[in-house]
């Protein structure tokens, strides 16, 4: 078998299956990816049906990532010959004197161009009649707004990196990274791999594939958790009539229509404890589950039923929850994406700004954002704001 390519990837999971994709597009059989556990698993932070992707950001930089985001799901699709995104429509709404104010997401999209509606809480009743409001709530209305298919996404991503050449290994976690002179080696299983480019792409395993390039990042790592109700009205959350929602305040909670289910699926954002990759459980934070279901119980309580299953995940928090999208520094044959915990609607985009970043040593967006040396990646304890 080959141990020298040109591109390794390190991790298979949302980014890196992206990156492995985009990569064998231009360098087909030079392309390696290695995934510690088995293509598809549930341990890391991209495995489910649906993911919420949107071009309503608190931040104009975001609006235009995510537009390239639609476009990068787009081509996929068209080589895929697979539906990868559906668009049900996005609703923002919340307290007009929330946590979270509106006015940045209305802000963003002007300063973008983007069309949306502004709602008020009749507006919205009339016509989501699901929704139990009264006047202190308003929202936006952005119509792009839906559902990235995660699971199929990444599926698809691995699928057409296979058909374009690239090699990619399951059950073969990376336990050594050593930079050369020119080259890197990569040690994977017991299996010494050299490559001239490294894509690291570990999720919330960040901090240890990073730790051989004595980089240490004030990451924080969260078991998140996602529950499928079976509504007792369940045509009240089919896709052609309820769209993707989130609720902007702290608590932050979002939701989605039945969708891969047979029944409406909600969360809480950054509700969950603090974990490790290695030591988190797959049990039910009841906590965060009351939370959930209180808040259903007041404001959307006809998608409240019987718990079809509750799923956990993780979160890769940074201090602020922008991504890092960046070179090492001093290093530039090594590039590094993390998700903040909202990456997985810019999961191909970032996978081609990561094969962008390893082919030509630059990308056509605008990575400024995401830079691995910003000022609050520095600090060991910084300020932690997870509601933007
Ligand atoms: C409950 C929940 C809801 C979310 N909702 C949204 C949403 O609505 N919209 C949105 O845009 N985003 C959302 N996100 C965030 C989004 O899912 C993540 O930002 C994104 O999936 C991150 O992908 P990743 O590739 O970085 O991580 P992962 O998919 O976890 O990939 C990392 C991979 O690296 C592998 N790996 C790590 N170390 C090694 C090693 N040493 N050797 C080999 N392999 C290794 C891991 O096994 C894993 O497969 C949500 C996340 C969660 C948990």
Known sequence: MKHDYEYIVLGLGGFGSAAAYWLARRAGTEVLGLEQFELGHVRGESQDHSRIIRLS??????????RHAYRAWAEVEREAKEQLVLRTGGLDLGPREGAIPLSNYSGSMDAAGVP?????????MRRWPQWRLDDTIHGLFQAESGIAMAARGNAAHVRLAQAHGATLLERAPVDGVR?????????AG????????????????????????GIRLPLRVTKEQVTYFASPRPDDFRLDRFPVWIWMDDPCFYGFPAFGEPGPKVGQDAGGQETTANTRTFDRDDAAFARVSAFLERRLPTALGPVIYTKTCLYTLTPDRDFVIDLIPGRPDVSVAIGGGHGYKFASLIGRILSDLAFDGRSARD????????????????PRTYMV
């Open 57 to 66: 950001y608190h931040a104009p930089h975001y609006v235009e990532l995510a």
């Open 367 to 382: 990575l400024s954002h995401f830079r691995i040396d910003r000022a609050i990646l520095q600090l060991l304890d910084p």
């Open 116 to 124: 949306y509606e502004r709602l008020d809480a009749g507006e919205i």
């Open 179 to 187: 930079p050369l002179e020119g080259e890197i080696e990569v040690l």
């Open 190 to 213: 017991g299996v010494a791999y050299r490559c001239r480019r490294l894509i690291i792409a570990a999720g919330a395993w960040s901090n240890q594939a990073l730790a051989p390039l």
